[in-house]
């Protein structure tokens, strides 16, 4: 998801009934005015099927390692990770994943860390996972690939796809997040997708992040996010070195767990 021009969604006749219904059981209080014009036309089209609707009302502006900093963030947490000797594998989930760059970019920063993890991405858009699996993507997606990390892309025509040594990592699974059961992680990346929220599932997403997370893991917000004040409440340290992140203190000792 990204940020458009907001239009807040108000039943006004048929097919916006049917848009504003789906907007509320995702959560959503705002859908850019773009998009919801695009929805009710399919509306009007004769076209209910949810996946189709899910596909055009929620915004696939994703991309490979976008918010580089917060990837440099990661490939440190697993070198402290490494250190420490953990024996575990680190579970990386990339909520509303979209299309899967996402969760490929984390799964290829992880692999060069040679730390073993499993990334979830999730996403309430069936047509977008379906996609994330195929891990197949326009050729331009190599531009925004640090050249480090552009083995995890072999190039197919005038396509990219992701390399198997990297598809094995991730596992994509639809998940609401308006209302269903979050998945144990160490690092979760929830990026531009609470500014759409209602405010009350806007903070029942973040409480449910805060009772998922490790203590020691690592919340990644989009840009211009924040938790604000209520961080601090829910157990979270908001780090600023580098990119901004939030921390999950250790209950017990009220703290970061060190790095080794």
């Known amino acids: 998801m990204g940020p458009e021009g907001m239009l807040v969604v108000v039943a006004v006749g048929s097919a916006s009934s049917v848009v504003s219904d789906l907007a509320y059981r995702l959560g959503f209080a705002k859908v850019p005015s773009t998009v919801l014009s695009r929805v009710e036309e399919l509306v009007e089209r004769g076209v209910f099927d949810e996946a189709a609707l899910t596909w055009a009302l929620t915004i696939k502006q994703t991309r490979f390692f976008r ?83 552009r083995w995890c892309l072999r190039r197919v025509g005038r396509a990219v796809e992701v390399v198997e040594e990297l598809r094995g990592l991730v596992e994509f699974r639809k998940l609401n ?21 209602r405010r009350e599932v806007a903070e029942r997403v973040v409480e449910k992040i805060a009772g998922c997370l490790s203590p020691g893991g690592l919340l990644f917000l989009g840009e211009g996010e924040t938790l604000g004040p209520r961080g601090l409440d829910l157990g979270f340290e908001a780090q600023t070195d580098g990119a901004l992140r939030y921390v999950r203190l250790d209950a017990e000792r009220g703290r970061v767990l060190e790095c080794g």
């Open 67 to 149: 918010q580089p900093g917060q990837y440099d963030v990661l490939s440190e947490f697993l070198r402290c990770w490494r250190g420490r000797g953990e024996s575990r594998v680190c579970r990386i989930w990339c909520a509303a994943c979209s299309t899967g760059q996402e969760a490929y970019s984390a799964a290829a920063v992880a692999l060069a860390a040679g730390v073993p993890a499993k990334v979830l991405g999730t996403d309430v858009d069936a047509l977008a996972l379906e996609a994330a699996r195929v891990g197949r993507y326009r050729e331009e997606e190599l531009e925004h690939v640090p050249p480090v990390y």
């Open 177 to 197: 997040l308006a209302c269903d059961d979050f998945p144990e992680a160490d690092v979760v990346f929830c990026r531009n997708v609470l500014i759409y929220f």
